[in-house]
Each structure stands twice: as structure tokens, then as C-alpha cells.
């Protein structure tokens, strides 16, 4: 699976980004997938995931503002956030897993190149 994140940006504290993943080369539909984001000095953190189904799991400090969806028939996921915070800064990866969805970045098999949020105060 070939995945290619889209979408970042320099946005203001309290606004929105959208960012998309497209995903190629198997099955899109049988894959949990899953977003991350790593700030600079710090470990690589999850951020929702969203199995076949369509259940979803948020890491807790993005509840209420971030969401996450997919597209089966566009091959792509997304991920709505809103309310952004200078703390949201970060490169946001997305990730794909045959297996259920996961928070542990560990668990993945496949990985988007990254798309850089900036969020300025």
C-alpha cells in the first residue's frame, strides 16, 4: 500500500485544516487506518485511527475537535480538524494496518510521507 498525505498548512489558533491520504496498490477497504503526528523533539504520537468499519478512536486531548473519516470509494481518509492550537504544530503522518485499528504506531504496516501543520498563536 502506497499512501500519500495531503493538506497541511500555517493556520491560526482556532482554525481548520482538512488532511487527506490517498492510498494505492491494495485493497483500500481491508486496511485500519490511522493518523500520527510528531513534533520536533518529540516521539511520534496517535491521533485517531478508523478501522474498515468505520469505528473511530481519538487520542484524548483531540476529542471534540479532530475527526476522522474515510472514503472507501476514493481510496483516501481524512482527517477534519478544528479549534487548531499552537500545540497541534506538527508533521501528521498517516498510517495503514490489514489488522484492527491501533494506537500503537508499532502495529502498522505502511506510512504516508508526512504532511507539516503549523498553527501559529
Known amino acids: ?7 497541511g498548512g500555517l493556520v491560526q489558533a482556532g482554525g481548520s485544516l482538512r488532511l487527506s491520504c490517498a492510498a494505492s496498490g491494495r485493497t483500500f477497504s481491508g486496511y485500519a487506518m490511522g493518523w500520527f503526528r510528531q513534533a520536533p523533539g518529540k516521539e511520534r ?3 485517531a485511527a478508523i ?10 486531548s483531540m476529542k471534540g475537535r479532530f475527526t476522522i473519516s474515510r472514503d472507501n ?11 487548531l ?6 508533521v501528521y503522518y498517516c498510517a495503514a494496518v490489514s489488522g ?7 502495529r502498522y504496516d ?8 503549523t498553527v501559529s498563536s
Open 73 to 83: 470509494a476514493k481510496n483516501t481518509v481524512y482527517l477534519q480538524m478544528n479549534s
Open 51 to 60: 478501522n474498515w468499519s468505520s469505528s473511530t478512536y481519538y487520542a484524548d
Open 100 to 106: 484492527p485499528a491501533s494506537r500503537m504506531s508499532g
Open 45 to 47: 504520537e496517535f491521533v
Open 110 to 117: 505502511y506510512w504516508g510521507q508526512g504532511t507539516q501543520v
Open 85 to 90: 492550537k499552537p500545540e497541534d504544530t506538527a
Open 1 to 7: 500500500v502506497q499512501l500519500q498525505a495531503s493538506g
